[in-house]
């Protein structure tokens, strides 16, 4: 099954991944093909093992398929090496990712901060645009606190702060209510959405969360590795 | 700037992993520099005391280092004081020496026949008042405790010095009264009750020497007065008499059993008799050392410009030993920094394994957001190198810390080739060198130890290290 979209900010052509575990070749993604179109609410939903981490990896860049084609923001990336793909997430991409991954050493408002530095903003831009990100995820007065003294649900907002500080082309986060309560996972759901709403940018989603399916405007099932629904605007699960 | 940001503060993330890394740094590189210092004070030391001695350079004629030392009559150089004229005229020579000087070497046999005893000696004759010069330098402050004062005079020809190894052979030291020179103890038995009557050889040369023996010193308060016999340059026996009028402990028990010290015209008096009389050498001493190429070829292109014969020898030809306790030094001081840097280099690479480890997940995290495996790499070296920064400056203070309390302890030892106890140093001051170059060393190795775990946190896959918890 293939979903097609205009304009789509990732198109993902014949993908496999397989991994190689000792002299096993495990398929992870077999042959997916599927677009994902700007400016929306994706998610990738499907049990555990069906390869949507996989699916993520390979929209955010951080792998690469073994088979297919991956372009992500008009770019094919078999064509860019490893420095060049990394120069490309540094610009294109935001993660948000299950465990936050806050960097420890930093504080809430350095950590923000941190991808425009990878970018050399100037650092007034930096102050502005981490302080704006900072009051957007309502932390304006967390900002010198480091991540061991924030809440789960504190420690993601900054995430979502990290990640929509650069402007990226489209936002991939990785379960990201997996590790929050019910209560701080729909908080977060919708700090997200209105995040996606006021930036119009794209986030893609990989979740068990049926809160975070119900906002989603494209919904990508997979199972065994293989794409078996595409839903625009309601949920299929 | 960033990465020295999250260095030094992921430096205070595993406190306890970190003080031990940086206390292993710190008492390395205060080791080195404490045991450098001491290896430096040991070099200046032994420097001192063999530039006291010998000078920084002697001219003899060519050849008499090599073959000469046995028949120093022969081999003098002729017209000295005309050698000696030119050294001391010389603008550039003059202003680099603190002493001129000439020295007549000779060897023989001394005898004390009040007490029927004789023994080999070799010695020197020099100018007095110009030895007492020599034995007052002090480039580097060492504060060498030997005898400043031979208690001789120039127009005084009479008087000598000895080792106190030969005094105690020759059965003065009651005479003398020198508390640390031991009393003779007399064989069991008289040699004459088995050989009968015979007089002993030395008694020809007791006669000898009675010829030339002023009276009744031995029942005076002077000092006593031994007898030395020597070769002349002709070849002919000679014998003087010489009063002992102090007693120089020497560094090594063979030169201190045969050490006799004499006015230059005495020693010259007594191996060219009347004829003309040589020197064996020409000593230059130096007020600085480092100016020792210089004046050496500056020599050099004297004698090749007047013709002469002459060879130049430093003090550590002249000293032998001075490069072999040096040497010795230097080996145990490079294998000890060659531990001390491997203890580094393990103990940093730990901390670093240590640190990849932990932060598999943050690195993962990182390359997501973009950073370059050479950004991972360089973040993980600048870790190791501030550990190398922080650990070597605290070494500096340590090690300037220890030097302060062992100069200060009243500390006295005997070095290699001193015969007297000198105030133990730490040279801190004027080892610049050695101190930066433990600073930057350690900095290196720290930064070398980091290499592998930096390399291992670079080449690590974005998801592996995302999925590492």
């Known amino acids: 099954m293939a979903a097609q979209s205009n304009n789509p900010v990732v198109s993902l052509t014949d993908v496999s991944k397989t991994y190689k575990l000792g002299e096993v070749d495990v398929p992870a993604v077999k042959g997916v093909t599927f677009h994902i179109p700007r400016r929306r609410f994706s998610v990738i939903v499907g049990p555990s093992g069906s390869g949507k981490t996989t699916l993520l990896n390979l929209i955010g860049c951080i792998d690469r398929p073994t088979g297919g084609r991956v372009v992500v923001a008009g770019q094919d990336l078999a064509t860019l090496t490893d420095n060049a793909i990394s120069d490309f997430r540094a610009q294109k991409v935001g993660f948000i990712f299950q465990n936050f991954s806050l960097i420890p050493v930093f504080s809430a408002y350095e950590n923000i901060e941190y991808p425009l530095l990878l970018l050399g903003v100037s650092a007034a831009e930096r102050r502005r645009r981490a302080t704006s990100m900072l009051e957007a995820v309502g932390l304006i007065d967390y900002g010198k606190q480091r991540p061991n003294q924030l809440s789960g649900g504190q420690k993601q907002r900054v995430a979502i702060a990290r990640a929509l500080v650069k402007d990226p082309e489209f936002v991939l986060a990785d379960e990201p209510t997996a590790n929050l309560d019910s209560h701080t996972g729909a908080s977060i759901i919708e700090l997200m959405r209105r995040m996606q709403e006021q930036y119009a940018t794209t986030f893609v989603f990989s979740t068990h969360d049926r809160q975070l399916m119900s906002h989603a405007d494209e919904t990508f099932t997979i199972r065994d590795g293989v794409l078996v629904d595409h839903v625009t605007g309601a949920t299929s699960c | ?469």
């Open chain 2, 1 to 469: 700037m960033l990465m020295l940001k999250i260095a030094a503060r992921n430096l205070f993330r595993n406190t306890r992993r970190s003080i031990t890394t940086l206390g292993t740094i710190t008492i390395g590189a205060a080791a080195v520099m404490v045991f450098g210092a001491y290896i430096t004070y040991i070099q200046y030391g032994v420097q001192t005391n063999a530039v006291q001695q010998t000078g920084h350079l002697q001219v003899f004629r060519n050849g008499y280092f090599a073959f000469g030392t046995a028949s120093p009559g022969p081999w003098g150089i002729d017209h000295y004081s005309t050698v000696l004229s030119l050294i001391r005229n010389d603008q550039t020579l003059q202003r680099l020496s603190a002493v001129v000087t000439p020295i007549q070497s000779l060897a023989g046999i001394a005898g004390n026949f009040e007490n029927n005893t004789s023994k080999t000696f070799f010695g020197v004759g020099f100018v007095p008042s110009e030895r007492d010069r020599m034995k007052q330098w002090d480039e580097y402050g060492t504060e060498s405790r030997g005898l400043k004062h031979s208690g001789l005079h120039d127009n005084d020809l009479s008087k000598g010095v000895t080792g106190m190894g030969l005094v105690r052979i020759l059965g003065l030291c009651d005479r003398l009264h020198l508390d640390s020179c031991p009393r003779a103890i007399q064989p069991a038995a008289s040699l004459s009750q088995f050989v009968g009557d015979d007089r002993p050889p030395s008694a020809n040369l007791a006669d000898l020497a009675s010829r030339d023996k002023p009276e009744g010193d031995a029942a005076t308060n002077l000092n006593p007065t031994i007898d030395l016999l020597a070769a002349t340059a002709g070849g002919a026996p000679n014998v003087v008499s010489l009063q002992i009028a102090n007693v120089e402990i020497q560094p090594f028990k063979e030169l201190d059993d045969n050490y006799v010290g004499m006015n230059i015209g005495l020693a010259q008096d007594l191996i060219y008799g009347r004829g003309e009389h040589k020197a064996t050498g020409i000593v230059l001493q130096l007020h600085r050392t480092e100016d020792l190429r210089a004046a050496r070829a500056r020599l050099l292109s004297l004698f090749k410009e007047r013709g002469l014969d002459l060879e130049v020898r430093d003090f550590t030809d002249l000293n032998p030993q001075y490069n072999q306790i040096i040497g010795l030094f230097r080996s145990i001081f490079s294998f000890i920094t060659l531990i001390i840097g491997i203890v580094v280099l393990f103990t940093v690479s730990n901390a670093m394994s240590m640190s990849v480890i932990e932060r598999t997940g943050e690195i993962g995290t990182t390359r997501a957001m973009g950073v370059r495996r050479q950004g991972i790499r360089e973040q993980f070296l600048v870790e190791g190198s501030v550990l190398g920064v922080f650990g070597s400056t605290a070494g500096v203070f340590v090690a300037q810390l220890v030097a302060f309390i062992v100069n200060h302890a009243g500390l006295t030892w005997t070095p290699p080739g001193a015969g007297a106890p000198v105030p133990l140093r730490l040279y801190t001051n004027g080892v610049d060198a050695l101190v930066v170059l433990t600073w930057i060393g350690l900095l290196v190795v720290s930064a070398a130890a980091a290499l592998i775990p930096a390399n291992r946190a670079a080449r690590m896959p974005v998801v592996d290290a995302l999925r590492h918890v």
